[in-house]
């Protein structure tokens, strides 16, 4: 089964990449365009708890990292931070509530745009806490706060929970 959840995530993560590239870097907001590619990791966590939200982070990032004009591996350490981080502040909540994927949505990618920031500038890059940092962490909040559900119901179909294999879990039956 392990075979099939490799080939699951891949075909998300690549539809991930393929709408962040074709349509979403062509929606504007004030200059600012939404990162899809963000929800990855906090979709995984809601899904899958905290391990499960960073070994999604790191994978997404690092493929996110292929396109973007900054240090390499930086897209995948945010995106392990973050989607650990969501993983350990929902692991006591109800994962089947229906307010979840949008909440972690907004919040964490506001956090993840600071961090990405914050670490980028600790490597080398200053520019990136020059930029308009609060437009940007709320742009891309605000997309993923849309788009989250969606989001988790597609985590869940390629990675099911290790006692329900196959089966839909219970965020992803909750929000059917």
């Known amino acids: 089964m ?15 990449v393929v709408v962040q590239q074709t349509l979403v ?26 391990a499960r939200g960073a070994i999604v982070g790191f994978t997404a990032g690092l493929v996110a990292d292929l396109f973007l004009p900054t240090p390499f591996g930086l897209s995948a350490l945010t995106g392990s931070l973050t989607g650990y981080g969501v993983g350990l502040a929902t692991v006591a909540l109800d994962r089947s509530a229906w307010w979840l994927p949008p909440t972690a949505g907004l919040a ?3 956090v993840y745009e600071l961090l990405y920031a914050g670490l980028g500038a ?3 890059q200053p520019q990136m806490l020059h930029v308009d940092l609060a437009g940007i962490a709320l742009v891309v909040a605000c ?3 849309v788009v989250a559900i969606v989001a988790v119901r597609m985590v869940d179909w ?11 879990t219970a965020v992803g039956a909750s929000l059917r």
């Open 108 to 110: 964490a990618s506001a």
């Open 122 to 124: 600790l490597l080398g």
């Open 143 to 145: 997309a993923n706060a």
């Open 25 to 50: 870097l062509g929606i504007r907001v004030g200059g600012i365009h939404p990162d899809v590619m963000v929800l990855l990791p906090i979709a995984a966590a809601v899904v899958g708890g905290p």
């Open 2 to 16: 392990r075979r099939q959840v490799v080939v699951r995530l891949s075909l998300v993560i690549v539809a991930f």
């Open 158 to 168: 390629a990675m099911p929970s290790a006692s329900t294999e196959g089966m839909p």
